[in-house]
């Protein structure tokens, strides 16, 4: 609560998540709607965002588009925690033969841009949105694997892991109980990180027509229907690429915030340790 960036931020996401939620009773239009006798009509009380050059409300599919693009967004980022908690923690874990196996696939992954093997995985599985979010988690798995492995090789090292092993824990119950506690503070901020990359992502890729499909609301979608009205009407573009930014930028100054005060703490744990054994 001291820190009144972070209160600051954490109000302007719950404006975007309540935006989200409660689309259907803040947007003052069905977002689908055509009305080409309307098309393209400038900002008024009706409409405070103009209408598209389909006569459907800016406003009401802007705030439609905030909801599948956090959708989209939080499927990815769960699906990648997923694939790559368990990669990396049996990799971690297991060691030997597994580890070596696992962490050559993950090189092979992280030898290709992300971009450029998403644009790969929808070439084989599709278009749609489902296939973008699993061709962006996998190409993003391999490096959340890596560390997740690392934070997991240094973990069962502790003398708690050594005394829960003595005493007969089971390793998937060391593993969920002592391990995992740890690899999860670390790897949900480092997500939180993500979470604008991973964005930008899904509104590239809709924009090129390999994600979210028109008449979908969605704002790479909108960017991409208003790309041909550029000249005569910027602002079908400017309104959902200024939504885009705002939420990008929360989310990476979120993630940094709480990367600098885990960072702190971290230090400050072993600093204090350090001076108990000196």
């Known amino acids: 609560m001291k820190d009144k960036g972070l209160i600051i931020l954490f109000s302007l996401l719950a404006i975007i998540i309540l935006s989200a939620l409660f689309a259907p009773l803040i947007a003052p239009y069905n ?12 900002v008024t009380s009706s409409h405070i965002l103009g209408t598209d050059h389909l ?20 499927a990815t980022i769960l699906l990648v925690l997923f694939l790559s908690l368990i990669v990396g923690s049996i990799a971690g874990f297991r060691g030997g033969l ?17 971009f450029i093997l998403a644009l790969f995985f929808i070439g084989v599985l599709g278009v749609g949105l489902i296939n973008v979010i699993i061709a962006i988690a996998l190409t993003h798995w391999a490096w959340y694997a890596r560390i997740v492995r690392s934070i997991v090789l240094e973990t069962k090292q502790k003398n708690y892991v050594t005394a829960a092993k003595c005493s007969g824990s089971s390793r998937l119950k060391i593993v969920l109980k002592h391990i995992m506690p740890k690899v ?12 604008g990359h991973m964005m930008l992502h899904v509104a590239g890729l809709s924009f090129l027509g390999l994600g979210v499909q028109a008449p979908t609301a969605e704002w790479g979608v909108m960017i991409n229907d208003a790309a041909p009205y550029i000249r005569e009407h910027p602002e079908l573009m400017i309104y959902p690429g200024i939504c885009i930014f705002i939420t990008v930028a929360v989310f990476n100054s979120i993630g940094e915030k709480l990367r600098d005060r885990y960072e702190t703490k971290e230090f400050s744990s072993s600093e204090s340790e350090l001076c108990v054994k000196s």
């Open 184 to 195: 999860l503070s670390q790897v949900i901020i480092l997500a939180t990180l993500d979470l």
């Open 55 to 74: 006569g459907r409300d800016v406003f009401s599919r802007i705030i439609y588009g905030t909801r599948m693009s956090l959708i989209s967004v939080l």
């Open 98 to 114: 597994f580890d070596s196996i696992l962490m050559r696939i993950c090189d092979v992954f992280l030898t290709f841009p992300t």
């Open 31 to 42: 977002p689908y709607d055509v009305d080409l006798t309307n098309k393209f009509a400038p």
